[in-house]
């Protein structure tokens, strides 16, 4: 009997263990982001995320994209709690102030001394986090362009197009209706009007408007799009092509630091916490140059040669009150003007 009762249990104990996997598995939490579609695309940053978080959080990692992030805020702010969200990966201050951010957000509770062990860029605020930033940047082929425009003025009696996007729902649309307006001033109504006529298209998300660049550049005709700064580095460490660049303007540039923060609909905030705090960790950083593209949140963060070696354009700013006081009667002057 001794033997016997020994061998049911080990016949027990094997089907538990059996049984048990796929118990546990089921049990496993899935935590839901909410992000833009490049950023959890095939060649975005949000593969890596997912496979290097689900290896050490002990939980499923799922990606509900939009097609931009104006689209992605208003879903999260006009169905409130009828969405399932548990971070929120992508936006900016231009599109997430303080007002939305009380809508869509919570606060994510990193206390001060951990925030400044991270070297985070400038951004951080009670809602937000930093984990990429980029400057804003006209792209063009060399081949194309022996001198390419300046600053505005010139783009304006340049011979080439411009493949724009729509700032109501972009970011990349956005910042680039405010650098127009911290370069032109009260002229960019009449700016608008006048680069109209050399618009090719004002897409709605980047990814078309990069895609569309690409596929005009093949037949050699000269066209711009509206990038960042570091898109050249694409071109030149993974297609070893240095006649693709981004069109340095003597006045300056404007910047863009993408944020993400904790939903306010979120029923696990310790994990969701634990993946923002993860986006700030060396694995993603380190990773954010060679696929997000972009120059990594983090300040100690190595970066590659190609970024080292290059100049960062001179930075030109808005006044964030300014900017809120004022930039729907700024997407008023573009859309009358366009």
Same mark, same amino acid.
């Given at each position: 009997?001794?033997?016997?009762?020994?061998?049911?249990?080990?016949?027990?104990? !094997? =089907?538990?263990?059996?049984? /048990?996997?796929?118990?546990?598995?089921?049990?496993?939490?899935?935590?839901?982001?909410?992000?833009?579609?490049?950023?959890?695309?095939?060649?975005?940053?949000?593969?890596?995320?997912?496979?290097?978080?689900?290896?050490?959080?002990?939980?499923?990692?799922?990606?509900?994209?939009?097609? =931009?992030?104006?689209?992605?805020? /208003?879903?999260?702010?006009?169905?409130?709690?009828?969405?399932?969200?548990?971070?929120?990966?992508?936006?900016?201050?231009?599109?997430?102030?303080?007002?939305?951010?009380?809508?869509?957000?919570?606060?994510?509770?990193?206390?001060?001394?951990?925030?400044?062990?991270?070297?985070?860029?400038?951004?951080?605020?009670?809602?937000?986090?930093?984990?990429?930033?980029?400057?804003? +940047?006209?792209?063009?082929?060399?081949?194309?362009?022996?001198?390419?425009?300046? /600053?505005?003025?010139?783009?304006?009696?340049?011979?080439?197009?411009?493949?724009?996007? &729509?700032?109501?729902?972009?970011?990349?649309?956005?910042?680039?209706?405010?650098?127009?307006?911290?370069?032109?001033?009260?002229?960019?109504?009449?700016?608008?009007?006048?680069?109209?006529?050399?618009?090719?298209?004002?897409?709605?998300?980047?990814?078309?408007?990069?895609?569309?660049?690409?596929?005009?550049?093949?037949?050699?005709?000269?066209?711009?799009?509206?990038?960042?700064?570091?898109?050249?580095?694409?071109?030149?460490?993974?297609?070893?092509?240095? &006649?693709?660049?981004?069109?340095?303007? &003597?006045?300056?540039?404007?910047?863009? #630091?993408?944020?993400?923060?904790?939903?306010? =609909?979120?029923?696990?905030?310790?994990?969701?916490?634990?993946?923002?705090?993860?986006?700030?960790?060396?694995?993603?950083?380190?990773?954010?140059? #060679?696929?997000?593209?972009?120059?990594?949140?983090?300040?100690?963060?190595?970066?590659?040669?190609?970024?080292?070696? +290059?100049?960062?354009?001179?930075?030109?700013? !808005?006044? =964030?009150?300014?900017?809120?006081?004022?930039?729907?009667?700024? !997407?008023?002057?573009?859309?009358?003007?366009?």
């Amino acid at each position: 009997m001794r033997y016997f009762f020994y061998g049911f249990l080990a016949i027990f104990s !094997l =089907n538990l263990a059996i049984i /048990n996997p796929a118990q546990t598995a089921d049990k496993i939490p899935t935590l839901l982001v909410h992000t833009y579609s490049s950023f959890a695309g095939e060649y975005g940053i949000g593969p890596l995320v997912k496979r290097e978080f689900e290896a050490i959080c002990q939980c499923r990692v799922k990606y509900i994209t939009h097609n =931009n992030v104006g689209e992605m805020v /208003n879903k999260l702010a006009n169905l409130g709690s009828s969405l399932k969200a548990d971070v929120v990966v992508g936006y900016d201050e231009t599109f997430v102030n303080d007002k939305i951010a009380t809508k869509i957000l919570q606060p994510h509770q990193i206390d001060t001394l951990e925030l400044e062990n991270m070297h985070l860029v400038s951004g951080a605020n009670e809602y937000s986090l930093p984990f990429d930033r980029g400057v804003f +940047a006209l792209i063009h082929s060399t081949k194309n362009y022996p001198n390419p425009p300046r /600053n505005f003025n010139d783009l304006l009696t340049s011979k080439d197009k411009l493949i724009l996007i &729509d700032p109501r729902v972009e970011t990349v649309g956005r910042g680039f209706l405010y650098w127009v307006r911290a370069d032109m001033g009260d002229n960019m109504g009449d700016f608008f009007k006048k680069i109209s006529k050399k618009t090719i298209t004002y897409t709605k998300n980047w990814d078309e408007a990069y895609g569309l660049f690409l596929e005009l550049i093949k037949k050699d005709q000269p066209v711009m799009v509206v990038s960042y700064w570091s898109s050249q580095f694409y071109h030149e460490i993974t297609e070893k092509r240095t &006649d693709i660049k981004a069109v340095i303007f &003597d006045k300056g540039h404007y910047a863009q #630091t993408e944020l993400m923060g904790v939903s306010k =609909n979120t029923t696990q905030f310790a994990l969701a916490q634990k993946f923002v705090k993860f986006m700030e960790s060396p694995v993603v950083q380190r990773a954010i140059p #060679t696929t997000q593209w972009m120059m990594p949140a983090v300040i100690t963060t190595p970066i590659p040669r190609e970024y080292a070696t +290059a100049s960062e354009p001179r930075i030109i700013t !808005l006044n =964030n009150n300014d900017i809120f006081e004022n930039k729907n009667q700024w !997407l008023k002057i573009w859309q009358k003007n366009k």
